[in-house]
């Protein structure tokens, strides 16, 4: 059974700051996903990592894929408020369409 | 602006009714997934279709949940009878597979809260 965890749940950061939330899986895949919730809302596609050592970035946020050690990063540079939100982290199985999804982290930027 | 759309946005029903739940996913994507979204078990993929054909529904309790697709612009998921357990966020979400077996991100709707009294 594929599991997805992340860590840390609950981050609570101030604005300025850097910090990196990251998610590791139990078995091979060959896609992970990242996504953004905001309260009461849905969830929006943030990055698509299909392969080994890929590396993405749109605005603060940088994400990375370590396919041999199962882990993926997302790193957060110089927060700021309007990036408070929960983070979920999602894998494929490979071969598959279906998603596991992390528990999410928490994520609150103070001024 | 294509998007995922879900209807109705907000539920609550009593318990012991039926309960409809309609997603239109984006046009020319062939796959549909049915998420339910609690606060204990987080996001719990249900079931998933591609080109309207069921493919993997383990995720659904059988006994009072059902999930179709009428066709390529409709899918629906059903709950009857309804019961307090099954108050959640519902989310449909739908992608695309690409040439080669890769598959594209999943865009997921803006969900349907229920809540069964």
């Known amino acids: 059974e594929l599991k997805v965890e992340q860590n840390p749940l609950f981050l609570s950061m101030q604005e300025g700051k850097n910090y990196t939330i990251y998610c590791n899986y139990s078995t091979t895949s060959d896609r992970l996903y990242w996504y953004r919730q905001d309260p009461g809302k849905s969830l929006e596609s943030l990055f698509v990592l299909l392969s080994n050592g890929a590396v993405k970035q749109e605005g603060r946020l940088m994400a990375s894929l370590d396919t041999k050690a199962r882990l993926s990063t997302l790193h957060i540079t110089a927060a700021v408020h309007d990036l408070s939100a929960t983070y979920f982290c999602a894998v494929a199985r490979a071969s598959g369409s279906r998603l596991t999804f992390g528990e999410g982290t928490q994520l609150t930027v103070n001024p | 602006d294509a998007r995922v759309t879900q209807t109705p946005r907000h539920k609550v029903t009593e318990m012991g009714q039926e309960v409809t739940m309609r997603c239109q996913p984006i046009l020319g994507h062939n796959t549909v997934f049915w998420y339910r979204q609690t606060m204990m078990q987080g996001l719990e993929l249900l079931a998933y279709?591609?080109?309207?054909?069921?493919?993997?529904d383990s995720g659904m309790p059988k006994d009072r949940f059902s999930a179709e697709m009428p066709d390529a612009t409709l899918a629906t998921l059903k709950i009857q009878p309804s019961e307090p357990r099954d108050s959640a966020v519902y989310f449909c979400?739908?992608?695309?597979?690409?040439?080669?077996?890769?598959?594209?991100?999943?865009?997921f709707g803006p969900g349907t809260r229920l809540t069964v009294l």
């Open positions: 279709f591609r080109n309207r054909a069921p493919l993997d």
């Open positions: 979400a739908s992608g695309s597979r690409l040439a080669g077996g890769l598959y594209n991100e999943q865009f």
